[in-house]
């Protein structure tokens, strides 16, 4: 089992920036990929990057160029930057962790098999 901790939510101003950190413990050994969500009230999860165990991320199209996604390995904690902030990012952000990556599914919640509390940004 893995445990995942999001931190770093927060208020921002339009065309700001935030950071958010996942850190993650358990029997990591087994993590082949991790991703973020996010949830807006009244809608959908929906996919924001995610991370592959060989570095390769992929972004949904409104985070291109604003968001970016790490991992630090020593630190057992994954990263979304987010930068260019905008109204409509604001929603509950998810860190998930996934046994088995599939790049075309990276997006679909049903890739990963473990979830944290989540994070609150809001932006306005």
């Known amino acids: 089992h893995v445990q995942l901790v999001e931190s770093g939510g927060g208020s921002a101003q339009p065309g700001g920036a935030l950071r958010l950190s996942c850190a993650y413990s358990?029997?990591?050994?087994?993590?082949?990929?991790m991703g973020w969500f996010r949830q807006a009230p009244g809608k959908e999860a929906e996919g924001v990057a995610a991370?592959?165990?060989?570095?390769?991320?992929s972004y949904f199209d409104s985070a291109k160029g604003r968001f970016t996604i790490s991992q630090d390995g020593p630190k057992d904690t994954l990263n979304l930057r987010m930068s260019a902030l905008k109204p409509e990012d604001t929603a509950m952000y998810f860190c998930?962790?996934?046994?088995?990556?599939?790049?075309?599914?990276?997006?679909?919640?049903?890739?990963?098999?473990?979830w944290g509390q989540g994070t609150q940004v809001t932006v306005s």
């Open positions: 991370i592959d165990e060989s570095g390769t991320s």
């Open positions: 358990g029997v990591i050994s087994f993590i082949s990929c």
């Open positions: 998930a962790a996934g046994r088995n990556w599939n790049l075309r599914a990276w997006a679909s919640p049903l890739t990963y098999n473990n």
